[in-house]
């Protein structure tokens, strides 16, 4: 039967199911492809805090959105217009983010009676009448794989483990998006499996031939590139961004890359992918513990390497004392914190915002370190440049903050020419004569870099206080509060070397909404909405957390409000209040998800009507 064609501006599709159905596999191919085809996008991938959850249940449940368009995208979407279910867990966890007449497509396999109470449904919510706001389509994505493969003597393992490709399929029809990079995908992932290719590539052609010939769905729908700055793109995940980002780093400062880590949800992936580029000069270490990670990383720093440390918050616990002697011997080492929720072991695979006051401060003595902040998963790319620039040109531990949602989302990432990278390179003090090594440079206030070995330049380090200049242990009081002070000033110097804080929008106005790392896409959609409406909006999104930028103070009192929203319960809020004494108002969420954008817009109204 001939099917219609509607074009649409945007869409936002979630994938769901248990975490063995391969939801998180099926919305990067959907994501991958959508990128080829020049849309703009952003996703948000939604791991289950259970390595292995009962199947069927709840908490097992792994979801991926992915919003993707025409228009400019900075978000994972508020709500979907399809959700695509694999059992009845998956419905019951999503449907309150499906829109009203949004088009649910479910595995109706996935709603047997045990399935159903393992859900907690006291009846099939596929016959309530509830569901008839919403536009649903019941396909036995299970039966339909089984047929598909009948003749190839497959397990039923492996039969069951193909259903995602078809659920794949019939999305790439709906949406008009080619099959061919994902079967180029599936030869070369299985290539030594020939059965396992073959099922695949089989499963997913079904699932695109059902779309093309059931007489259910009646329409598909064309969703047009974007019009993105001319260049050659990527999808790239953030945690993707932060390795490149360090890799791009050594090469324009003309060092090895070393990191030195202790595996941590979501942090690991930067060491995987590390890992694969021994042939640029990258050494990575998967230490014992958190405590090896990091002091491995300042002795690579001692010999002369650019080196860093990943972890999330509980690591960053762990690695508190010997960040103290990172600060104490002054050395650059950079710290990557993709944060997650807290406090302990908190929530692994969710994200938060509420490691920033500990960045700050979580340290014994006076210990400041810089802090950069990554606002996009592209940007994490960036921000690894920054962070190494700033650990390398003053000599000192920097914080790079990154955050879950940042870490496994993605986004099109316009490749950059490594040319246009600035040019890290770092001069190492060779020059025995006068050389003492804690004599500073008088602008960066930075002591010089002297490689182990190098002739008449032995020095001493360790945790100890330093005697100014010699580098001697010191127990003198006048010494400790100079040194003290001399430290500090250094990282406060670094204001003067980077960016001032940039407004989007006007300069002056009713309100001002501030915000810091992976909350930059909800507060920019939300902003640009209100302005739209007529609005007296504007946005400061700060990169550099410590040192601030230093016109901070400046861009805060020419707006009547101040709104900050977090996930956490009001870090940088304090920070600003305290800082520049502006009464600013926190918007504070600790959920494990990512604002939606109508949260701010909510709270944005209600400032300006005159409400606390």
């Not at 979907?80 to 966890?93: G, R, S």
């Not at 914080?399 to 099109?412: H, K, Q, R, V």
């Amino acid at each position: 039967m001939a099917k219609n064609t509607q074009n649409l501006d945007e869409v936002t599709i979630r994938f769901a199911g248990d975490s063995g159905d391969g939801m998180q596999l099926t919305g990067t191919q959907f994501t991958n492809t959508t990128a080829l085809l020049g849309n703009d996008l952003s996703t948000l991938p939604d791991y289950p805090a259970e390595i292995r959850a009962p199947q069927g249940t709840l908490f097992g449940v792994s979801g991926f959105q992915i919003h993707f368009g025409s228009l400019e995208i900075n978000t994972p979407g508020d709500q979907c217009d399809v959700l695509v279910a694999m059992n009845a867990a998956a419905l019951k966890v999503n449907l309150g983010s499906l829109v009203d007449g949004g088009a649910i497509i479910v595995n109706t396999d996935g709603f047997s009676d045990k399935n159903l109470k393992l859900a907690g449904y006291p009846s099939n919510p596929l016959k309530d009448p509830a569901i008839q706001k919403y536009t649903l389509y019941e396909v036995d994505i299970t039966k339909l794989t089984t047929l598909a493969l009948q003749d190839m003597n497959l397990s039923s393992k492996i039969v069951d483990r193909s259903k995602n490709f078809f659920a794949l399929g019939m999305m790439y029809w709906m949406y008009n998006r080619p099959l061919e990079p994902t079967i180029e995908w599936i030869k070369k992932k299985f290539s030594a499996k020939p059965d396992i290719m073959e099922s695949n590539i089989r499963v997913l052609k079904a699932g695109w031939n059902y779309g093309e010939t059931t007489e259910i769905f009646k329409v598909r729908y064309e969703v047009g590139p974007a019009k993105l700055t001319p260049g050659k793109y990527r999808n790239i995940t953030g945690n993707q961004a932060t390795a490149w980002g360090f890799i791009a780093a050594a090469k324009r400062a003309h060092l090895d890359l070393f990191l030195g880590s202790y595996p941590i949800t979501p942090a690991s992936d930067i060491l995987h992918e590390l890992s694969m580029y021994k042939s640029y000069g990258v050494k990575t270490f998967q230490a014992e513990d958190e405590i090896a990670g990091v002091t491995s990383a300042i002795g690579a720093s001692f010999g002369g390497s650019l080196a860093i440390t990943t972890t999330s918050g509980p690591g960053v616990a762990l690695k508190t004392e010997a960040l103290g002697l990172a600060v104490m011997v002054e050395l650059p080492v950079v710290v990557i914190n993709v944060q997650r929720g807290g406090p302990s072991t908190g929530l692994p695979t969710k994200t938060e915002q509420a490691d920033l006051l500990q960045a700050l401060y979580g340290r014994n003595g006076e210990a400041p370190i810089p802090i950069v902040a990554a606002s996009t998963p592209g940007n994490c790319f960036y921000a690894a440049i920054e962070a190494s620039r700033i650990a390398l040109k003053y000599m000192t531990p920097v914080f790079l903050m990154t955050d879950g949602y940042l870490a496994n989302g993605s986004e099109p990432w316009l490749i950059p020419k490594s040319s246009d990278l600035p040019d890290l390179t770092v001069k190492f003090r060779t020059e025995a004569e006068g050389f003492m090594p804690y004599l500073r440079d008088e602008k960066t206030l930075a002591r010089p870099w002297a490689i182990p070995g190098t002739p008449g330049l032995e020095h001493r380090i360790g945790g100890l206080e330093k005697q100014h200049l010699t580098g001697n242990v010191s127990y003198d009081p006048a010494n400790h509060e100079y040194m003290v002070r001399l430290r500090a000033e250094k990282v406060e110097r670094i204001a003067d070397d980077i960016p001032t804080a940039k407004v989007e929008g006007d300069a002056k106005g009713d309100l001002l909404v501030v915000g810091w790392g992976g909350t930059y896409g909800a507060i920019k959609s939300a902003v640009t909405k209100m302005r739209a409406e007529g609005h007296s909006v504007s946005h400061l999104h700060l990169t550099h957390l410590n040192p601030m930028p230093k016109n901070t103070g400046e861009i805060l009192y020419n707006f009547k409000n101040v709104l900050v929203p977090e996930l956490n319960m009001g870090q940088l809020v304090k920070v600003l209040r305290s800082k520049y004494l502006v009464p600013a108002v926190g918007l504070n969420k600790i959920q494990g998800l990512p604002f939606k954008s109508v949260e701010i817009e909510k709270k944005i109204v209600e400032i300006l009507k005159g409400g606390k």
